[in-house]
């Protein structure tokens, strides 16, 4: 099925969709799954879908993709790259492009559902395959849990996915216990008094204000956060202004922070609003800021006994050379919610998705940040082969190692 499965990632890869906006991306899905005969369930959670298929007797497993790109101009340069352009909810039009390997996920998802279907005489139980949206914004998982996704599929014993990322193609990493950050984003609106350029005496300048602000915060890390811990406090965004010889009223901060511990978490949150309102305080504001925390979703983590037999399966099934543990990853997920909410455990790995041959020489080299773009960057491109058949092998065999074996039925 690999030239079919190599069509489809290609297809996903030239027609990106935002968060919430995934119709056509859903519309695929829902009927490749129909097809391979799975009870469908589509609009769960605005774009979700779901195919449930029950096979006899035995436990329930749930295999999860996420479908949504991203608000990125595209520049792989590859024959197959996204042209694509929309308009996001915050009303901004910008290139999309699957640039955090989403396609990938699909495809790989897709390909599992298609083997384990066809295989059913090998096992016994219930497969449950969730295709979610907005993973990016972090509310896809919430959103599929609020519009009842385990009112319409049967409760899982176990959640299950994968991520692909910037390392050797053929690899997976597992990791046990907090396996991604969590994550909060945090709106800063500092607030002013424009003028003039020309009598910046007249005014209190939010733009001097917000380049402080910014400086500050990142001392939050480095004297706020005890060298055993972890953390991030980045700030993605600021905007003010409309012109060089004018002295805006306000500007704004986008701040992202990610943790894998909650005192961690409480921390450094407070510590930026200590120092937002220090500033503020420091340079005259004529009203306090404003700070709002929101898209906040927990630190992934994975089940420790369930993940050691995760990593068996895997060694056992591609060799121990294959399997490795990256560490905790400072990226984050909302594939956890899907697991908290029904109370179960969750193992969620790493799939490497680059060139072997370009990773291994940037390794050898220490160019790897460099030269290997991350997720999110306009020129992450996974190489379809052999990244789509180890994310199709991984799904399914650790998809079987949960289910019943026939004679149980």
Not at 53 to 64: A, S
Not at 223 to 247: P, S
Not at 286 to 313: C, H, I, K, L
Not at 399 to 409: G, S, T
Request: proline residues 7%; glycine residues 12%.
């Amino acid at each position: 099925m690999l030239p079919g499965l190599h069509d489809t990632y290609v297809d996903l890869h030239e027609h990106p969709e935002l968060s919430f906006q995934e119709h056509r991306t859903a519309a695929l899905v829902a009927e490749r799954l129909a097809a391979l005969g799975y009870v469908v369930h589509t609009g769960v959670g605005e774009t979700g879908v779901a195919g449930v298929l029950g096979n006899g007797d035995g436990p329930c497993v749930l295999l999860r993709a996420d479908m949504d790109a991203l608000p990125v101009t595209e520049d792989t340069g590859l024959p197959y790259a996204s042209t694509v352009r929309a308009t996001g909810a915050d009303g901004v039009e910008s290139g999309v492009m699957h640039a955090c390997g989403h396609d990938v996920h699909v495809t790989a998802l897709l390909g599992a559902a298609d083997v384990l279907a066809q295989g059913r005489s090998a096992w016994s139980g219930t497969l449950v395959v969730v295709f979610q949206p907005a993973e990016e914004l972090g509310r896809g998982a919430t959103a599929m849990v609020d519009g009842g996704l385990y009112d319409r599929v049967p409760h899982p014993d176990i959640v299950l996915g994968q991520h692909v990322a910037p390392v050797s193609a053929g690899l997976l990493g597992v990791h046990a216990g907090p396996a991604f950050a969590g994550t909060d984003v945090v709106n800063v609106r500092l607030v002013g008094r424009g003028g003039h350029g020309s009598r910046p005496e007249a005014t209190v300048d939010p733009v001097v204000m917000a380049a402080s602000t910014v400086m500050r915060l990142q001392t939050i890390v480095s004297r706020e956060v005890a060298a055993g811990d972890a953390a991030v406090v980045t700030v993605g965004t600021l905007q003010a202004g409309t012109k060089e010889n004018i002295i805006p009223e306000d500007a704004y901060l986008g701040v992202n922070v990610r943790y894998f511990d909650d005192a961690v978490r409480s921390r450094v949150l407070a510590a930026i609003e200590r120092i937002v309102q220090g500033e503020a305080a420091a340079a005259g504001a004529p009203e306090p800021p404003t700070v709002t925390t929101r898209d906040s979703f927990p630190p992934v983590v994975n089940d420790p006994a369930e993940t050691e037999r995760t990593r068996g399966v895997f060694a056992a099934h591609f060799g121990a050379e294959r399997v490795i543990d990256p560490g905790p990853v400072s990226g984050s997920e909302d594939v956890g919610l899907l697991a908290t909410a029904a109370g179960v455990p969750i193992v969620y790995w790493l799939l490497g998705g680059w060139d072997p041959a370009a990773f291994q020489a940037a390794h050898l080299a220490g160019t790897t940040d460099r030269d290997i773009p991350s997720n999110h960057s306009p020129r992450f491109a996974p190489v379809p082969h052999p990244t789509l058949e180890t994310g199709v092998e991984a799904l399914v065999v650790a998809a079987l190692d949960r289910l019943a074996a026939p004679a149980a039925r």
